[in-house]
């Protein structure tokens, strides 16, 4: 799942929560993170076995229905961790690199290149245990495991990153939709309260934004969820996006395109709530306990 990460800068109404490269608080950051990323995944997996299986060749009711909702659950808890992770080091090491003035007009483009390169980086992770997951969404018989195994037996390494160039054109789309309009709402806000957004405000534009971006980047992720669950060898599973639409457009037009929108959308808007909330409480918690160690 993607998730908004706050940044650093003081035009950013929660920037206290979120640390900058040179800032103490990075290391409480970074964890703090991951155990957001953790918390939204597990919390919301129902909504995203649903919109697996929606997106399924074979259909809702045959991937399985509402049989065995968590079926893939290790591969998600396995892989939250150290994905969030993976792309906050690189969200605000980037940021950092190209520090730029609040003032500066090139703000912006400074958030959609740092978080366009966290889910290049993040996806290294992300893809392999998307791949377990997806496929045991939709072969509820199977254990995680045994899936995981099958893949390295049939398709070796590659075989767990088939999907990574779909899930990065799907993720960076995404990016660059959902930051600026988050941004954009919150400056809106601002300006029409006269004061800077107070945090549960900046959740609501957060998932305002995401629930949009989740909404137009759908067709993106039906092809990756169609070349992730692909049988070897067919020409889906060879990793071409727009092979993968055209099949999706031609067989089920445009409902197909935009299966599982729905569950998709809410999943990520009722995500940077959970993410929001997990995130600065755990982060609270951990510079607490730092001050108090010797």
Not at 224 to 233: D, P
Request: proline share 4%; glycine share 10%.
């Amino acid at each position: 799942m993607s998730v908004t990460l706050l940044c650093s800068d003081p035009i950013c109404s929660l920037g206290r929560v979120c640390g900058a490269m040179d800032q103490p608080g990075f290391t409480a950051s970074l964890v703090a993170g991951g155990v957001a990323g953790v918390s939204v995944d597990l919390i919301l997996f129902p909504l995203d076995t649903i919109k697996t299986r929606l997106q399924s060749p074979q259909g809702f009711n045959k991937a399985g229905g509402f049989r065995g909702i968590y079926a893939g659950v290790p591969s998600a808890a396995i892989g939250s961790f150290p994905n969030a992770a993976a792309f906050f080091i690189t969200y605000e090491y980037v940021k950092w690199f190209l520090h730029t003035d609040s003032s500066s007009y090139l703000m912006p483009a400074k958030h959609m290149l740092a978080a366009s390169a966290g889910e290049v980086v993040a996806c290294l992770i992300r893809v392999p245990s998307e791949v377990v997951k997806q496929r045991a969404q939709v072969s509820v018989s199977l254990r995680t495991f045994q899936i995981f195994s099958n893949i390295l037996y049939q398709e070796g390494i590659q075989g767990l990153y088939r999907g990574y160039k779909s899930t990065v054109l799907r993720e960076i789309p995404f990016s660059l939709v959902q930051f600026p309009l988050w941004e954009s709402l919150k400056a809106l806000w601002s300006w029409r309260q006269d004061h800077v957004v107070d945090s549960w405000q900046s959740a609501v534009c957060g998932a305002f934004a995401g629930g949009f971006a989740a909404a137009v980047t759908t067709p993106l992720d039906v092809a990756k969820t169609r070349i992730m669950l692909a049988k070897a060898g067919s020409s889906t599973a060879s990793g071409n996006v727009l092979s993968a639409l055209h099949t999706v457009w031609r067989t089920q037009g445009l409902s197909g395109l935009f299966a599982g929108v729905f569950p998709r959308m809410a999943a990520i808007s009722l995500g940077g709530f959970i993410f929001l909330g997990a995130y600065e409480q755990t982060r609270s918690l951990l510079l607490e306990l730092g001050k108090e160690s010797p």
